[in-house]
């Protein structure tokens, strides 16, 4: 598998001179470490290679493999999350590297990607949460179908807006299962994801190199397949009026987003996971804010985007207001239509129906709904 095949810059070499010099192992004691065992790799050299800004890899180190089958290598800390590759008889495996962490990897030498276990820190154990998903589509339906499988990619899709500032995130939008892209710049629905991520990096990692780099890619395409985006160089997703969102509640009834606006309630629009850190607090503050003004004429209307639908629907039933679950088959469009990057998300539709304001924190949900009732 090949990653930023297809990307091309003048930053490359600047690039690759300045990470090559953080990357390579000094006197700091601030370092990275990975370590493991590729086992039929004994006595084989391995290369530890880092990507550059034109689309390719240069070798930072190399180093042997123990005759038990162990490896070790180390860095100096970087300064922002990287993505990082063991390379062996012109086989990969990536993995990531967050800070002074230590990430290990075991693998076997005759496949050395697929068989990649990775573990030591919160991003190493989200990448490999990715490739289990990968893998098992690859292994059920064949390489080829990988990109194309509808049910994969909203889940790919939901672990990179859950976190699109992530390097999982970027990891997936450059990495390619049988030669072909998962997420295509020049599929419209897979460039607003790539959009959330160029999105996310520049408004909070503008110095990270990566930024600049899905900034372009963004724009170049967006150019070319939504000529309506192509004024200016904002990468900021469209601001939609109230896209709708027509989707089934825990009683299998279908509840449109556009049916309760109607109604001349203020809504509130929530976007969430039941199994997520942080949910079940989000819950009793919606709750509190839903006791108060109920009788005012507020409504909440809630997207689940939970992995198990049976868990959703064991939470939303004891909830009092409008639970929905968006599907695997609904896919993420509700979440580019509202330039979700990160869950929960909150907004405000009031009396008319327009979309007026999204609310930052569950803590400011009070004030802010009072503002419209």
């Not at 003048?10 to 590729?38: H, P, Q, Y």
């Not at 240069?58 to 493999?65: A, E, F, G, K, N």
């Not at 985007?305 to 009092?320: M, R, T």
Request: aromatic share 8%.
């Amino acid at each position: 598998m090949k990653l930023f095949e297809t990307l091309h810059s003048s930053r490359a070499v600047i690039f690759s001179s300045l990470a090559a010099a953080m990357f390579l192992t000094g006197c700091s004691d601030k370092k990275w470490n990975a370590e493991g065992t590729i086992s039929g790799a004994e006595g084989k050299d391995i290369v530890v290679e880092a990507p550059n800004a034109a689309g390719g890899w240069y070798p930072l180190d190399t180093v042997t493999v123990g005759k038990d089958g162990k490896f070790k290598v180390s860095g100096e800390a970087i300064g922002h999350p990287e993505l990082l590759r063991l390379t062996l008889a012109g086989q990969s495996a990536y993995f990531p590297i967050d800070s002074v962490e230590t990430v290990t990897i075991q693998a076997q030498a005759a496949n050395l990607q697929a068989s990649a276990l990775l573990s030591g820190s919160e991003s190493a154990e989200k990448m490999q949460e990715v490739n289990d998903l990968i893998a098992k589509v690859a292994k059920a339906k064949g390489e080829s179908a990988v990109a194309f499988d509808p049910d994969l990619k909203r889940s790919l899709a939901e672990v990179i807006l859950r976190d699109p500032a992530d390097i999982v995130a970027y990891y997936l939008i450059f990495h390619r299962v049988g030669g072909t892209l998962i997420f295509s710049p020049a599929e419209k629905s897979d460039l607003r994801i790539i959009g959330a991520v160029a999105n996310a990096y520049t408004q909070h990692r503008p110095s990270d190199p990566r930024t600049a780099m899905l900034k372009d890619l963004y724009i170049s395409n967006r150019k070319a397949i939504m000529p309506s985006y192509a004024s200016g160089d904002t990468i900021m997703a469209r601001e939609m009026q109230f896209p709708e969102i027509d989707l089934l509640d825990e009683k299998g009834v279908r509840q449109k987003l556009s049916d309760i606006a109607d109604k001349g309630k203020v809504v509130i629009l929530c976007f969430t996971a039941y199994t997520a850190q942080g949910s079940q607090a989000l819950n009793v503050e919606l709750n509190k804010v839903y006791t108060a003004h109920k009788a005012q004429g507020l409504e909440i209307y809630q997207v689940g985007l939970d992995d198990d639908e049976f868990q959703w629907k064991q939470s939303a039933k004891n909830l009092p207001w409008i639970t929905v679950y968006n599907t695997p088959k609904d896919g993420a469009q509700s979440l580019i239509d509202y330039n979700i990057s990160a869950l929960p998300a909150i907004f405000i539709l009031n009396r008319q129906g327009d979309l007026v304001e999204r609310v930052e924190a569950a803590n400011r949900l009070e004030s802010a709904v009072s503002r419209y009732l």
